[in-house]
């Protein structure tokens, strides 16, 4: 995956119970899970509208790739005999889509908070706090994801990148509490 739970456990993406501790705690476990569902369902979109069919598929693949050998790769690793590699394109790539991504996915998890699906239709999930709407930060993270996607429309259009990137518009277009 491109990210992980991580970029929701700090700063303005906070989700609370977020953990990548060894020994979560089982409010952690669920919210994790949560997340990680979120991230396989949006990833594919994400990356066919930030890049394009071809090299979204492309990327989609470097990664399975990567987690097929971080799962292979033994535990019990020789630090002096690591080395650094170098970091191929795609590597950078995922790089500069990381944060923009968790953005688009928070984006994504403020709107269907409050509620939950069941048989029966939506209900509206009780807790002791009291809900606010998140109208306000589903902008500001839209908002902040497309500033961060312009600046990697900047990177993509520079001779740094090895790649023809096509981004969809709607993920330059800021928005605003209106809907306007």
């Not at 992980?4 to 089982?26: C, K, L, Q, T």
């Not at 987690?67 to 590597?91: F, H, L």
């Not at 990381?98 to 029966?120: G, K, M, S, W």
């Not at 312009?150 to 928005?175: G, H, R, Y």
Request: with cysteine; charged share 25%; net charge negative.
């Amino acid at each position: 995956m491109l990210i992980d739970v991580s970029y929701f456990m700090s700063g303005p993406r906070h989700i609370e119970n977020v953990s990548v501790a060894e020994m979560p705690s089982p409010q952690s476990l669920a919210v994790n899970e949560v997340i990680n569902g979120y991230i396989k369902a949006f990833q594919p979109e994400f990356l066919r509208n930030v890049v394009g069919v071809t090299l979204s598929q492309a990327i989609t693949d470097y990664l399975e790739l990567i987690e097929r050998e971080k799962e292979d790769s033994s535990d019990e690793v020789d630090i002096s005999e690591e080395k650094e590699a170098p970091q191929s394109g795609y590597a950078v790539l995922c790089e500069k889509l990381c944060e923009p991504f968790a953005d688009y996915v928070f984006y994504h998890i403020l709107r269907d908070a409050n509620t939950q699906a069941t048989i029966t239709g939506l209900v509206r999930l009780k807790c002791a706090n009291e809900y606010v709407a998140p109208l306000k930060r589903q902008v500001s993270t839209w908002n902040s994801m497309v500033e961060k996607n312009k600046q990697f429309v900047e990177w993509a259009m520079s001779n740094d990148c090895p790649f023809d990137v096509q981004i969809t518009k709607n993920l330059l277009t800021p928005i605003n509490a209106f809907n306007l």
